[in-house]
């Protein structure tokens, strides 16, 4: 037994309406490796977990599913950074790389620097740095 639960998260999986598309965004605007092509799906590497985009359509037909839920936002995607001068160089690259965002990079009531930006599909992705310790409710299990 290999002592891994579902806890043990390995990939990600966003549901999107056209794979070469989604693909392309990935990897040529935000920099991620392809890992692994096929028909109407794909794997890319990250720091961590395998980012998997399944075209909305295929996974459909394969599974026999209903009209699987058109659009993004129904999950959003962050990464991480060390400090705010991370954010803005990312928010610089990407901005020189065609990417829109939302809004620039700014601070959040939760004690976040943060800036934010859609894929094609509409998945919501966050950069994002904490100011300190992030905020937590007083009575909430993670604050005992």
Avoid at 46 to 53: E, R
Avoid at 58 to 73: F, K
Avoid at 86 to 92: A, H, I, M, Q, S
Wanted: a negative charge; proline letters at 6%; aromatic letters at 12%.
């Amino acid at each position: 037994m290999s002592g891994k639960s579902v806890a043990d998260i390995s990939d990600v999986c966003l549901l999107v309406a056209d794979v070469p598309r989604s693909v392309t965004f990935y990897h040529e605007v935000l920099g991620f490796a392809v890992k692994r092509l096929d028909t109407g799906f794909a794997e890319l590497w990250t720091g961590g977990v395998i980012l998997a985009l399944w075209q909305r359509d295929d996974i459909a037909e394969n599974l026999a599913l209903p009209a699987v839920r058109r659009g993004g936002t129904g999950a959003m995607l962050a990464v991480r950074l060390e400090t705010a001068a991370d954010v803005d160089r990312e928010y610089t690259r990407l901005s020189e790389a065609g990417l829109r965002f939302n809004a620039p990079p700014a601070d959040y009531a939760w004690n976040a620097y943060a800036v934010y930006f859609s894929d094609p599909d509409g998945h919501l992705w966050e950069i994002y740095c904490w100011r300190g310790d992030p905020r937590t409710l007083p009575d909430s299990p993670a604050s005992s």
